[in-house]
């Protein structure tokens, strides 16, 4: 389903030769662009040059960005994205210097777009505190300037949608503004005409966002009701919903449009039972409410449950609307009138202690827990048991709400930790690094070796953390790491370490001190963000986390010098029958090394050192290791040809997963049974059983 005939992201465009900047993307060290084409609109990434204004036209050939499909086991894709917020693709120019500009003729929309980055530049630059990004956030829905750590803290307390531009916030504007006529004795015909002119020039300046649409639709349309002296709420919520869906259809999908739906649904539909009670009993209700009806939603779109967000909010709603709400507003007139000292310092004050309040308090306790995907019948109960608690509360039957909160927390927790399966062993597309997970279902325990590093799109570097590893963790319900790996200091397998002992529980981290690079930065790691144990890898032999055995075999490598490659960490890895051999980066002459030694290397999984590349898998470790499978963790389109066709032409006989082809790939073990699960060709999904060593099928 299309809307209007715009062409989306899954239309493929190669190039284009002509666009128009119709808008401003913000981020707090640079600015990009918006740009349409064709009917399209696309993101337009600049790396150098001056701001170029809201309405140039540009002629040339720009090169269209391929969207990269999701290449693992992941419910989020670039694809989505783009198309939720209505996007077809991406281009990257060095500089529009070179181009054919010219000034061009604004629409109403880039008008808007236009005025908004007029009063955004006149905000920012109107204090030097950090508190007009808190500002900008919240007058606004400007995120891109508040750093993420913060906006970790918020969704750590629930409280995430107290920062963004809501319904909360149109709710509160339209009270302030109601007292404020009220005050000045005016009709309340002309009042509510009032309360339409603003609500639609808020919407004007919040024209792009969603929800701030879906909250002031919702307003003006119960106020235009009101002069009839009728109040349809569920006729005009369930309007608002198809404008929505007819003006993009994706939304559907988008979290914020179920989450606030659902939510609004569930309150309207529980009025019949809350009216009467006290103000301090309503408000517990219906906070409540909201926060079991959007408990399916958050389980699907994220993949967590909290434990405080309604005390939280239970908190944070009175602060926001009797303190912060209040300032947002005053600032608006505060800025026609120059600076003043010590109201600019009461601002500055009153938001970073609300940002220490925030982080302290987000680190006080674990709020959150990961919850893995769950099977469908799952996900039906909750809805039950969703519907059950919630008229519960609305008939304040305290006994069944206990009973059905007893069984809904059950039923999660069961799932949670329930698997089908002993092992899971997943190698995870991180492009042109090494990450590996591997689980251990019937202890609870996880151990990873390595953890990806940097993707780099025509030199821009953004980190896969939040993209690959962590989302991935997520999904299969991880908050605890019991031992992680880094089988040597290469930024393509160590370069999101920080990232994930930031956001999970890391309680053992083994590395080797040996290598030449390890002073680089992951020292620094170790000493500030690392709090749990910290292994070297020279002495230990053999390690067991849950029925997960570990043998480091350590090579001592006599030839090993400066290059981290010659001191990687290499692991026998043995799952119930079937056992790997992990072997991070290390050289031919150090697998040789190993062979002389007379190892016990033989295995059923071997994953080729350095992503295939010609420097390793030599014949004599191939020999020793005899695997019926070879892993390879190599990037799409890699620069260096990873994996060598040399290295594949040893392997004969031997069946190659490749990331590089297949995206991620899974190994699942259950008793002699293992069965391999690709992302990306459904043709080598297979299973076999060791004793019987033939394939099955599914």
Same mark, same amino acid.
Request: charged letters at 20%.
């Given at each position: 389903?299309?809307?209007?005939?715009?062409?989306?992201?899954?239309?493929?465009?190669?190039?284009?030769?002509?666009?128009?900047?119709?808008?401003?993307?913000?981020?707090?060290?640079?600015?990009?662009?918006?740009?349409?084409?064709?009917?399209?609109?696309?993101?337009?990434?600049?790396?150098?040059?001056?701001?170029?204004?809201?309405?140039?036209?540009?002629?040339?050939?720009?090169?269209?960005?391929?969207?990269?499909?999701?290449?693992?086991?992941?419910?989020?894709?670039?694809?989505?994205?783009?198309?939720?917020?209505?996007?077809?693709?991406?281009?990257?120019?060095?500089?529009?210097?070179?181009?054919?500009?010219?000034?061009?003729?604004?629409?109403?929309?880039?008008?808007?777009?236009?005025?908004?980055?007029?009063?955004?530049?006149?905000?920012?630059?109107?204090?030097?505190?950090?508190?007009?990004?808190?500002?900008?956030?919240?007058?606004?829905?400007?995120?891109?300037?508040?750093?993420?750590?913060?906006?970790?803290?918020?969704?750590?307390?629930?409280?995430?949608?107290?920062?963004?531009?809501?319904?909360?916030?149109?709710?509160?504007?339209?009270?302030?503004?109601?007292?404020?006529?009220?005050?000045?004795?005016?009709?309340?015909?002309?009042?509510?005409? $009032?309360? @339409? &002119? +603003? %609500?639609? !020039?808020?919407?004007? =300046?919040?024209?792009?966002?969603?929800? *701030? /649409?879906? #909250?002031?639709?919702?307003?003006?349309?119960?106020?235009?009701?009101?002069?009839?002296?009728?109040?349809?709420? $569920?006729? @005009? &919520? +369930? %309007?608002? !919903?198809?404008?929505? =869906?007819?003006?993009?259809?994706?939304? *559907? /999908?988008? #979290?914020?449009?179920?989450?606030?739906?659902?939510?609004?649904?569930?309150?309207?539909?529980?009025?019949?039972?809350?009216?009467?009670?006290?103000?301090?009993?309503?408000?517990?209700?219906?906070?409540?409410?909201?926060? *079991?009806?959007?408990?399916?939603?958050?389980?699907?779109?994220?993949?967590?449950?909290?434990?405080?967000?309604?005390?939280?909010?239970?908190?944070?709603?009175?602060?926001?609307?009797?303190?912060?709400?209040?300032?947002?507003?005053?600032?608006?007139?505060?800025?026609?009138?120059?600076?003043?000292?010590?109201?600019?310092?009461?601002?500055?004050?009153?938001?970073?202690?609300?940002?220490?309040?925030?982080?302290?308090?987000?680190?006080?306790?674990?709020?959150?827990?990961?919850?893995?995907?769950?099977?469908?019948?799952?996900?039906?109960?909750?809805?039950?048991?969703?519907?059950?608690?919630?008229?519960?509360?609305?008939?304040?039957?305290?006994?069944?709400?206990?009973?059905?909160?007893?069984?809904?927390?059950?039923?999660?927790?069961?799932?949670?930790?329930?698997?089908?399966?002993?092992?899971?062993?997943?190698?995870?597309?991180?492009?042109?690094?090494?990450?590996?997970?591997?689980?251990?279902?019937?202890?609870?325990?996880?151990?990873?070796?390595?953890?990806?590093?940097?993707?780099?799109?025509?030199?821009?570097?953004?980190?896969?953390?939040?993209?690959?590893?962590?989302?991935?963790?997520?999904?299969?319900?991880?908050?605890?790491?019991?031992?992680?790996?880094?089988?040597?200091?290469?930024?393509?397998?160590?370069?999101?370490?920080?990232?994930?002992?930031?956001?999970?529980?890391?309680?053992?981290?083994?590395?080797?001190?040996?290598?030449?690079?390890?002073?680089?930065?992951?020292?620094?790691?170790?000493?500030?963000?690392?709090?749990?144990?910290?292994?070297?890898?020279?002495?230990?032999?053999?390690?067991?986390?849950?029925?997960?055995?570990?043998?480091?075999?350590?090579?001592?490598?006599?030839?090993?010098?400066?290059?981290?490659?010659?001191?990687?960490?290499?692991?026998?890895?043995?799952?119930?029958?079937?056992?790997?051999?992990?072997?991070?980066?290390?050289?031919?002459?150090?697998?040789?090394?190993?062979?002389?030694?007379?190892?016990?290397?033989?295995?059923?999984?071997?994953?080729?050192?350095?992503?295939?590349?010609?420097?390793?898998?030599?014949?004599?470790?191939?020999?020793?290791?005899?695997?019926?499978?070879?892993?390879?963790?190599?990037?799409?389109?890699?620069?260096?040809?990873?994996?060598?066709?040399?290295?594949?032409?040893?392997?004969?006989?031997?069946?190659?997963?490749?990331?590089?082809?297949?995206?991620?790939?899974?190994?699942?073990?259950?008793?002699?049974?293992?069965?391999?699960?690709?992302?990306?060709?459904?043709?080598?999904?297979?299973?076999?059983?060791?004793?019987?060593?033939?394939?099955?099928?599914?």
């Amino acid at each position: 389903m299309l809307y209007a005939g715009k062409p989306t992201v899954s239309e493929a465009v190669e190039h284009i030769d002509e666009f128009t900047i119709t808008d401003y993307k913000y981020y707090r060290d640079e600015i990009h662009y918006l740009a349409e084409a064709d009917g399209m609109t696309f993101e337009l990434f600049v790396d150098e040059g001056g701001r170029a204004d809201i309405g140039t036209v540009c002629t040339g050939k720009f090169a269209v960005a391929d969207i990269k499909g999701q290449r693992n086991f992941l419910k989020r894709s670039d694809y989505m994205q783009l198309a939720l917020n209505q996007i077809s693709g991406r281009i990257y120019e060095d500089t529009l210097d070179r181009t054919d500009c010219t000034s061009g003729k604004k629409t109403v929309k880039m008008n808007l777009a236009h005025f908004r980055s007029l009063y955004m530049d006149k905000l920012l630059n109107y204090t030097s505190f950090d508190y007009r990004f808190d500002l900008l956030t919240l007058s606004i829905g400007n995120k891109s300037y508040i750093e993420s750590e913060f906006f970790d803290s918020l969704q750590k307390l629930g409280i995430y949608h107290l920062y963004v531009i809501s319904g909360t916030h149109v709710a509160f504007i339209s009270a302030f503004l109601y007292f404020a006529f009220r005050k000045m004795r005016l009709t309340l015909r002309t009042i509510k005409i $009032l309360l @339409i &002119i +603003s %609500l639609l !020039a808020f919407l004007l =300046i919040n024209i792009f966002s969603s929800s *701030v /649409f879906r #909250a002031v639709f919702m307003a003006v349309m119960l106020i235009v009701t009101s002069f009839f002296n009728k109040k349809p709420y $569920l006729m @005009i &919520i +369930s %309007l608002s !919903a198809i404008v929505q =869906i007819l003006l993009n259809p994706y939304i *559907v /999908f988008h #979290a914020g449009y179920q989450l606030s739906y659902i939510t609004t649904y569930f309150i309207l539909l529980a009025r019949p039972f809350i009216q009467g009670q006290k103000a301090f009993v309503q408000l517990l209700q219906i906070t409540l409410i909201s926060e *079991v009806s959007t408990l399916l939603i958050i389980l699907v779109q994220f993949n967590e449950v909290s434990i405080s967000g309604i005390i939280m909010n239970m908190f944070f709603v009175p602060l926001f609307s009797i303190v912060i709400f209040p300032m947002v507003i005053l600032f608006q007139a505060m800025m026609i009138l120059p600076n003043i000292g010590f109201i600019d310092y009461f601002y500055h004050f009153t938001f970073t202690f609300l940002q220490e309040m925030i982080a302290y308090l987000a680190n006080l306790i674990k709020h959150r827990y990961a919850v893995k995907n769950l099977p469908e019948f799952i996900y039906m109960c909750i809805a039950a048991f969703t519907f059950l608690i919630a008229r519960s509360i609305c008939k304040l039957d305290y006994m069944r709400l206990s009973v059905y909160g007893l069984l809904l927390v059950v039923t999660v927790y069961s799932a949670n930790i329930t698997d089908r399966e002993d092992f899971t062993f997943t190698m995870i597309d991180v492009g042109q690094g090494d990450a590996f997970l591997i689980e251990d279902h019937k202890s609870d325990q996880t151990v990873m070796i390595d953890t990806g590093g940097v993707f780099t799109f025509d030199d821009r570097e953004s980190m896969l953390a939040e993209k690959t590893v962590l989302p991935y963790l997520k999904e299969r319900g991880i908050d605890n790491i019991e031992l992680l790996v880094l089988s040597h200091m290469d930024i393509d397998h160590v370069g999101e370490a920080g990232d994930v002992i930031n956001k999970k529980n890391v309680r053992n981290l083994m590395v080797n001190m040996e290598d030449p690079k390890l002073d680089e930065w992951a020292d620094d790691i170790i000493k500030n963000d690392f709090k749990g144990n910290v292994l070297p890898s020279e002495d230990i032999s053999t390690i067991n986390v849950g029925n997960i055995l570990i043998e480091n075999l350590d090579a001592a490598y006599p030839g090993a010098e400066k290059d981290s490659n010659e001191h990687s960490i290499v692991l026998k890895v043995t799952l119930g029958q079937y056992s790997f051999l992990m072997t991070g980066d290390m050289t031919e002459a150090m697998e040789e090394h190993m062979v002389m030694q007379k190892n016990d290397l033989q295995v059923d999984i071997l994953k080729l050192a350095h992503h295939g590349s010609d420097t390793s898998t030599g014949k004599a470790i191939v020999e020793a290791a005899s695997p019926s499978y070879a892993l390879v963790s190599a990037g799409k389109d890699n620069q260096y040809g990873h994996p060598h066709q040399d290295v594949l032409d040893r392997l004969t006989g031997i069946e190659i997963l490749s990331t590089k082809d297949t995206g991620m790939v899974q190994l699942n073990i259950k008793s002699d049974r293992l069965c391999v699960r690709a992302k990306l060709d459904e043709a080598l999904n297979h299973c076999i059983k060791k004793e019987l060593n033939h394939q099955l099928s599914e």
